[in-house]
């Protein structure tokens, strides 16, 4: 993809985004993913990662209520509970089980701050994916559904491995609405079974 077309397609979401009144381009990305997967059910409950600024979690929210997670703080939304942590740490997994018990689905688009080297970058999406998966596990209803984005790398295939022993259906995507030229993928996991 040439960089006149990232940037043009940058731009489309960008206003996109602003005439639908969503809060940023990423809505687009779950917008997709979920047309496609069917991630969040009418009525659901789900635990957002990595929420902040808030575009998955408004987009979540209009099919049901939303717990939502970030190190950095977010505006209040409707149908959102908001808890300003460290996903990683176990003080904020404490604070999501005095809200709910199960969920429908776990969703994170949390991404590490990037320093530039890719190697590092690529190791802290990874732990960031772990620690959403072990959320996933807590959390999730049997049957219930997990997204995840990753950066593509070295511990990737055996991240995707074990989220592949847990849920029926496992599916890597690059949804079109993602900025990134390739690095940045979202692993899409159906029906969770237990480990
Ligand atoms: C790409 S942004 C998410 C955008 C969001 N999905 C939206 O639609 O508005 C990634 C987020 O991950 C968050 N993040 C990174 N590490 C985190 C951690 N350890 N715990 C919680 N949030 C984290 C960042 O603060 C940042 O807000």
Known sequence: MTRWYRERKRDY????????????????????????????????????????????????ARYGKVIAIDIQPMQPLDNVI?????????ETIEKIRQIVSKVDAVISDASPNI???YTLDQAKSVWLCENALRIAEEFLKQGGNFLCK??????????LRKVRERFRMVKPHAPQASRKQSSEIYIVAKGYVGR
């Open 13 to 60: 979401y960008y206003k996109e985004a602003k005439k639908q009144g969503y809060r940023a381009r990423s809505s687009f990305k779950l917008i997709q993913i979920n047309n496609r997967y069917g991630i969040l059910k009418k009525g659901g409950v789900f635990i957002d990662l990595g929420a902040s600024p808030g575009g998955w979690s408004q987009m979540a």
């Open 82 to 90: 908001f808890i300003q942590g460290d996903l990683t740490k176990e």
């Open 115 to 117: 320093s530039g080297n």
């Open 150 to 159: 990753i950066f593509e790398g070295e511990d990737y295939p055996q991240f």
